[in-house]
Nanobody
Framework: QVQLVESGGGLVQAGGSLRLSCAAS????????TRWYRQAPGKQRELVAG???????EYADSVKGRFTISRDNAKNMVYLQMNSLKAEDTAVYYC????????WGQGTQVTVSS
């Protein structure tokens, strides 16, 4: 059974950094696509970044140049390094695996104070 667990969220001042982690059980990240989404209060969940099995990455325009998605195959972890954080980055961040259905973690809260 596939399970995803996010960690690393917290409260940070604008301009600061956080690194989110996504741990998986029941699946191996390096063989699949993994994505980070976020959902702010009152807004729809939106795609933030993704990494495919070959390592190619994609980013939402709003985070390009500030966020970096990466994968550690040895640890079977996916990360989201977030730099130059802005108040509008405040949201719950979710790790996602699109397979026969979407698998989601429980989310981790990121709050950026201005």
């Amino acid at each position: 059974q596939v399970q995803l667990v996010e960690s690393g969220g917290g409260l940070v001042q604008a301009g600061g950094s956080l690194r989110l982690s996504c741990a998986a059980s029941g699946i191996i990240f390096r063989f699949i696509t993994t994505r980070w989404y976020r959902q702010a209060p009152g807004k729809q969940r939106e795609l933030v970044a993704g990494i495919i099995s070959g390592g190619k990455t994609e980013y939402a325009d709003s985070v390009k140049g500030r966020f970096t998605i990466s994968r550690d195959n040895a640890k079977n972890m996916v990360y989201l390094q977030m730099n130059s954080l802005k108040a509008e980055d405040t949201a719950v961040y979710y790790c996602n695996i699109p397979l026969n259905r979407d698998y989601w973690g429980q989310g981790t809260q990121v709050t950026v104070s201005s």
